[in-house]
């Protein structure tokens, strides 16, 4: 089993930053790939950034610009850094670890952004 906890979440003005991370321990076996995913109240969830094994990052296109994820392998940790935020980007963010074939998933961090 690996377990991910994540951290940074919160309450931020529009335009303001938050930065993410996520941990992952446990019986880790050869993570492929890491990201984060994020889900507002009435919608479902949908993928806000990716990061493979090899570096290579994909990002959903609301948060182009303005967000990026990294990652330290000796770590096993991932961030996503948020800048410009948006009332649009509030949500509930998930961190996402694909490890030995298998997904897990975090408990979820708040992200609110409110005037």
């Known amino acids: 089993q690996v377990q991910l906890v994540e951290s940074g979440g919160g309450l931020v003005q529009p335009g303001g930053s938050l930065r993410l991370s996520c941990a992952a321990s446990?019986?880790?076996?050869?993570?492929?790939?890491m990201g984060w995913h994020r889900q507002a109240p009435g919608k479902q969830r949908e993928l806000v950034a990716g990061i493979t094994s090899s570096g290579r990052t994909n990002y959903a296109d609301s948060v182009k610009g303005r967000f990026t994820i990294s990652k330290d392998n000796a770590a096993n940790t991932v961030t996503l850094q948020m800048n410009s935020l948006q009332f649009e980007d509030t949500a509930v963010y998930y961190c996402?670890?694909?490890?030995?074939?298998?997904?897990?998933w975090g408990q979820g961090t708040q992200v609110t952004v409110s005037s």
């Open positions: 996402k670890v694909l490890s030995g074939g298998k997904l897990y």
């Open positions: 446990g019986n880790i076996i050869s993570i492929t790939s």
